[in-house]
């Protein structure tokens, strides 16, 4: 808007507001006072039709009563004909306990009639309104209902608008497209009372584009009839127009008032406003003449002084922005194309110092709750503590200038002074410091930040300003969005890996393990044992306690699987209650000896969960194990995988709650002479066929004089470590925990549900 519109409009607002707002009070307190009056004869109405209604129902109550005592049907019949010819009501119905017809008078109105209780409804046009009771014999036995009913015509909604002194409209009990079955409303105003109606809920009061208050009533408990109550409203037809007649004139007035002394008054600075039209179009040669020493002139004075210097200043400022683009345009490809945070931060540290004109820089993350570690930095050769690298710069959270950043989440810059830099931190002269926190997070707040981006000594010696905070802000969120896109990566690996509710890998990680771990132990020339467990009858369990007790008892199962373990093991989910459990460079007895622990840690004590009741419930579970090994008992993963499951399936028939060795793979048998032999060449290393499989080379017998004891094991279980008794292949077993020299390490690596369902053994 120009100066000449804001002034016309400065001096309309003063001369236009006083008459504006009388009008606005008169026309607002007229209404206002109008429709009090109106919604308080409207409740006055209301009431009375209730009192009327009430009344009449009472009255046709006392018919039916007085029908209801005689004792036989010719009295009753004699009676209801004196209650019809006296006028106490309309028409009276007999009816018996079937709801048959046994009496009724004649001449009376057509059936269904309304109940005046309104708990039933006609489904139609209100035709009578009836006062049903209850026909009894003197014994007490129902014979039937007693109903004395009024008509509802015409008439009778006329004598509601005279009691009233409103007009009153009686509304079809059903939603067709008339509505109206009788009203004193003219056909004028019929149309728009009964739209007014529709839009109302309860008993607020609603008004008509002609002036009418219009009030809903009923049907409800005691007043059974739908009826539209309306008034006309006592504000003067002549008073809008009267108010916009004399609003319209004073605005016409003050309108041409107000453009002659905002032109007079804007005439000097019209020469002003052009040139500052071509400045904005960008001509930035425009030159305004000084004409006076008045205002006008020093202003324009300011004006052309204001031009050049604005010239500069473009000139610099797209220098600067072409190179910002080019800064921005690295650190969103690299954003982009990579996960690698430490890249990441290292665009972002270079793009700051260089769009800020620093000579140094660190970016700087929260590893715990109380130290912040470099990750990278530039140019701080020389300025580090001594004996402090760059990147191992450590300064713990509200100490010195990176610290107090850090912990309140304020921005910091300044310089500092000579010999007082904060210990743990580069020197330097000048500085600022952002924080930056997650998304969502506030950097501005007093949050504390997950890490800082400072900057040291800008070159030219001069102090880091607003521009260059308000620039390195803009880094500080790049980072900040890094730092937050490789955690959910990372934690995106992690869940698409793991099974949620036991933690444990899933089965797509085991099939990947699977194929790695048999890759390594080929090359190698080690074993792999792989066990696959199920828990025994868990789906009575599920049956029994519900399948939130069967979730605990197999969170609880994971548990105990993980603490049986080495860090080297893996363990995995499979589906349902089967689990399968890795163990690298280990053979089948010592596979046979993980067995007995796992065995003997579910069995030994029982799974505590809440029960029905809130109080715990203790459950008693056992597991079955199915060993194999590679390469004894399979060439590939899957193989060998499928042999361990049919171990268990041989576990599970031989009685469950325990494990069962996989049947090795047939040996080559000799060749006959002159035959020519194939050399196989082993995919791992092999055992020999006196036994279980096995690694590492045969234990010498123990000597007569000597005590066959235990040896604690180095690895996973040696052939002497296995207790007495373990059945060789095909066989099963049941041992008890903890035999001397066993090693119970945990630890295993822990994890969606995973493809292949359970089997239900």
Same mark, same amino acid.
Request: aromatic residues 4%.
């Given at each position: &808007?120009?100066?000449? +519109?804001?002034?016309?409009?400065?001096?309309?607002?003063?001369?236009?507001?006083?008459?504006?707002?009388?009008?606005?009070?008169?026309?607002?307190?007229?209404?206002?006072?109008?429709?009090?009056?109106?919604?308080?004869?409207?409740?006055?109405?209301?009431?009375?039709?209730?009192?009327? /209604?009430?009344?009449?129902?009472?009255?046709?109550?006392?018919?039916?009563?007085?029908?209801?005592?005689?004792?036989?049907?010719?009295?009753?019949?004699?009676?209801?004909?004196?209650?019809?010819?006296?006028?106490?009501?309309?028409?009276?119905?007999?009816?018996?306990?079937?709801?048959?017809?046994? @009496?009724?008078?004649?001449?009376?109105? *057509?059936?269904?009639?309304?109940?005046?209780?309104?708990?039933?409804?006609?489904?139609?046009?209100?035709? %009578?309104?009836?006062?049903?009771?209850?026909?009894?014999?003197?014994?007490?036995?129902?014979?039937?209902?007693?109903? %004395?009913?009024?008509?509802?015509?015409?008439?009778?909604?006329?004598?509601?608008?005279?009691?009233?002194?409103?007009?009153?409209?009686?509304?079809?009990?059903?939603?067709?497209?008339?509505? /109206?079955?009788? !009203?004193?409303?003219?056909?004028?105003?019929?149309?728009?009372?009964?739209?007014?109606?529709?839009?109302?809920?309860?008993?607020?009061?609603?008004?008509?584009?002609?002036?009418?208050?219009?009030?809903?009533?009923?049907?409800?408990?005691?007043?059974?009839?739908?009826?539209?109550?309306?008034?006309?409203?006592?504000? $003067?037809?002549?008073?809008?127009?009267?108010?916009?007649?004399?609003?319209?004139?004073?605005?016409?007035?003050?309108?041409?008032?107000?453009?002659?002394?905002?032109?007079?008054?804007?005439?000097?600075?019209?020469?002003?406003? +052009?040139?500052?039209?071509?400045?904005?179009?960008?001509?930035?040669?425009?030159?305004?003449?000084?004409?006076?020493?008045?205002? /006008?002139?020093?202003?324009?004075?300011?004006?052309?002084? &204001?031009?050049?210097?604005?010239?500069? @200043?473009?000139?610099?400022?797209?220098?600067?922005?072409?190179?910002?683009? #080019?800064?921005? #345009?690295?650190?969103?490809?690299?954003?982009?194309?990579?996960?690698?945070?430490?890249?990441?931060?290292?665009?972002?540290?270079?793009?700051?110092?260089?769009?800020? =004109?620093?000579?140094?820089?660190?970016?700087?993350?929260?590893?715990?709750?109380?130290?912040?570690?470099?990750?990278?930095?530039?140019?701080?050769?020389?300025?580090?503590?001594?004996? !402090?690298?760059?990147?191992?710069?450590?300064?713990?959270?509200?100490? =010195?200038?990176?610290?107090?950043?850090?912990?309140?989440?304020?921005?910091?810059?300044?310089?500092?002074?000579?010999?007082?830099?904060?210990?743990?931190?580069?020197?330097?002269?000048?500085?600022?410091?952002?924080?930056?926190?997650? $998304?969502?997070?506030?950097?501005?707040?007093?949050?504390?930040?997950?890490?800082?981006?400072?900057? @040291?000594?800008?070159?030219?010696?001069?102090?880091?300003?607003?521009?260059?905070?308000?620039?390195?802000?803009?880094?500080?969120?790049?980072?900040?969005?890094?730092?937050?896109?490789?955690?959910?990566?990372?934690?995106?690996?992690?869940?698409?890996?793991?099974?949620?509710?036991?933690?444990?890998?899933?089965?797509?990680?085991?099939?990947?393990?699977?194929?790695?771990?048999?890759?390594?132990?080929?090359?190698?020339?080690? &074993?792999?044992?792989?066990?696959?467990?199920?828990?025994?009858?868990?789906?009575?369990?599920?049956?029994?306690?519900?399948?939130?007790? =069967?979730?605990?008892?197999?969170?609880?199962?994971?548990?105990?699987?993980?603490?049986?373990?080495?860090?080297?093991?893996?363990?995995?989910?499979?589906?349902?209650?089967?689990?399968?459990?890795?163990?690298?460079?280990?053979?089948?007895? +010592?596979?046979?000896?993980?067995?007995?622990?796992?065995?003997?840690?579910?069995?030994?004590?029982?799974?505590?969960?809440?029960?029905? %009741?809130?109080?715990?419930?203790?459950?008693?579970?056992?597991?079955? /194990?199915?060993?194999?090994? @590679?390469?004894?008992?399979?060439?590939? +993963?899957?193989?060998?995988?499928?042999?361990?499951?049919?171990?268990?399936?041989?576990?599970?028939?031989? #009685?469950?709650?325990?494990?069962?060795?996989?049947?090795?793979?047939?040996?080559?048998?000799?060749?006959?002479?002159? *035959?020519?032999?194939?050399?196989?060449?082993?995919?791992?290393? !092999?055992?020999?066929?006196?036994?279980?499989?096995?690694?590492?080379?045969?234990?010498?017998?123990?000597?007569?004089?000597?005590?066959?004891?235990?040896?604690?094991?180095?690895?996973?279980?040696?052939?002497?470590?296995?207790?007495?008794?373990?059945?060789?292949?095909?066989?099963?077993?049941?041992?008890?925990? #903890?035999?001397?020299?066993?090693?119970?390490?945990?630890?295993?690596?822990?994890?969606?549900?995973?493809?292949?369902?359970?089997?239900?053994?």
């Amino acid at each position: &808007m120009t100066l000449r +519109g804001r002034l016309t409009a400065a001096f309309l607002t003063v001369v236009l507001g006083p008459v504006l707002l009388g009008a606005v009070f008169v026309g607002t307190t007229l209404s206002t006072v109008d429709r009090s009056r109106s919604t308080e004869r409207l409740g006055l109405a209301a009431s009375a039709v209730r009192t009327s /209604i009430d009344a009449l129902c009472q009255q046709l109550r006392a018919a039916a009563d007085a029908v209801a005592l005689r004792p036989d049907p010719a009295t009753r019949a004699d009676t209801a004909g004196q209650v019809v010819g006296r006028g106490l009501a309309a028409a009276v119905l007999v009816t018996d306990v079937a709801g048959g017809t046994t @009496y009724a008078t004649p001449g009376g109105p *057509a059936t269904p009639w309304q109940d005046c209780t309104g708990t039933a409804r006609s489904g139609g046009p209100v035709r %009578a309104l009836s006062a049903r009771v209850d026909l009894r014999d003197p014994a007490g036995t129902p014979l039937g209902t007693v109903a %004395a009913a009024e008509v509802v015509d015409p008439a009778f909604v006329a004598r509601l608008a005279a009691a009233t002194g409103v007009a009153v409209t009686l509304l079809d009990d059903t939603d067709g497209p008339d509505r /109206i079955t009788h !009203t004193t409303e003219t056909r004028r105003v019929r149309e728009a009372v009964l739209a007014a109606a529709g839009s109302l809920d309860g008993d607020r009061v609603t008004a008509t584009p002609d002036g009418r208050y219009v009030r809903r009533l009923g049907p409800a408990p005691g007043q059974p009839l739908p009826l539209v109550l309306s008034v006309a409203g006592e504000r $003067p037809s002549g008073l809008p127009a009267a108010l916009v007649g004399a609003v319209l004139l004073a605005a016409v007035l003050a309108v041409l008032t107000a453009w002659r002394l905002a032109r007079v008054t804007t005439r000097p600075l019209v020469e002003l406003a +052009g040139a500052v039209d071509r400045v904005a179009q960008g001509d930035l040669t425009t030159r305004v003449p000084v004409r006076s020493r008045d205002e /006008i002139g020093r202003l324009a004075a300011a004006f052309n002084r &204001m031009i050049r210097e604005t010239a500069g @200043y473009v000139t610099a400022l797209t220098s600067s922005r072409d190179q910002l683009r #080019g800064h921005l #345009g690295v650190l969103g490809d690299t954003l982009a194309s990579t996960h690698d945070l430490q890249r990441i931060l290292r665009v972002i540290l270079h793009s700051a110092i260089a769009a800020t =004109g620093a000579r140094a820089g660190a970016v700087l993350l929260r590893d715990d709750a109380a130290t912040l570690v470099g990750q990278c930095a530039e140019g701080l050769a020389g300025r580090c503590p001594a004996g !402090t690298e760059p990147e191992e710069l450590r300064v713990p959270v509200g100490a =010195g200038v990176v610290g107090a950043v850090a912990a309140t989440g304020e921005p910091q810059r300044g310089r500092v002074s000579p010999g007082a830099t904060p210990p743990g931190e580069p020197w330097c002269e000048t500085y600022v410091a952002v924080p930056f926190t997650a $998304p969502g997070g506030n950097a501005t707040g007093r949050e504390p930040a997950v890490g800082v981006l400072v900057l @040291y000594d800008r070159l030219g010696g001069d102090e880091f300003d607003d521009d260059d905070l308000a620039t390195l802000r803009t880094f500080a969120g790049h980072a900040a969005v890094a730092v937050e896109n490789v955690r959910v990566h990372e934690e995106a690996q992690r869940l698409s890996l793991t099974d949620p509710l036991t933690g444990l890998w899933n089965y797509r990680y085991l099939r990947e393990s699977l194929r790695r771990e048999v890759e390594r132990a080929s090359r190698f020339g080690r &074993m792999l044992s792989i066990l696959v467990l199920d828990l025994d009858r868990f789906k009575t369990v599920n049956d029994s306690y519900g399948h939130a007790a =069967g979730d605990a008892v197999l969170a609880e199962f994971a548990r105990r699987v993980r603490g049986e373990i080495r860090e080297v093991d893996l363990a995995f989910r499979q589906g349902g209650e089967e689990f399968v459990v890795l163990l690298p460079e280990t053979d089948a007895r +010592g596979a046979a000896t993980v067995a007995e622990r796992l065995g003997a840690a579910v069995r030994d004590t029982p799974v505590v969960v809440p029960g029905h %009741a809130g109080g715990p419930t203790t459950i008693a579970v056992s597991v079955s /194990i199915g060993i194999a090994v @590679y390469p004894d008992h399979a060439s590939t +993963g899957v193989e060998v995988l499928d042999a361990a499951d049919e171990a268990l399936y041989a576990a599970k028939g031989a #009685g469950r709650d325990g494990y069962q060795v996989a049947t090795a793979r047939p040996r080559p048998t000799p060749v006959a002479d002159g *035959a020519v032999e194939e050399i196989v060449v082993p995919a791992g290393a !092999t055992s020999p066929a006196d036994g279980l499989p096995r690694a590492g080379p045969p234990p010498d017998p123990p000597s007569i004089d000597e005590p066959s004891a235990r040896r604690p094991p180095a690895d996973r279980a040696p052939v002497d470590d296995l207790p007495t008794g373990l059945p060789v292949d095909g066989s099963t077993g049941r041992h008890a925990v #903890g035999a001397p020299g066993v090693t119970q390490p945990g630890g295993a690596s822990s994890g969606p549900h995973p493809p292949r369902q359970s089997r239900g053994r």
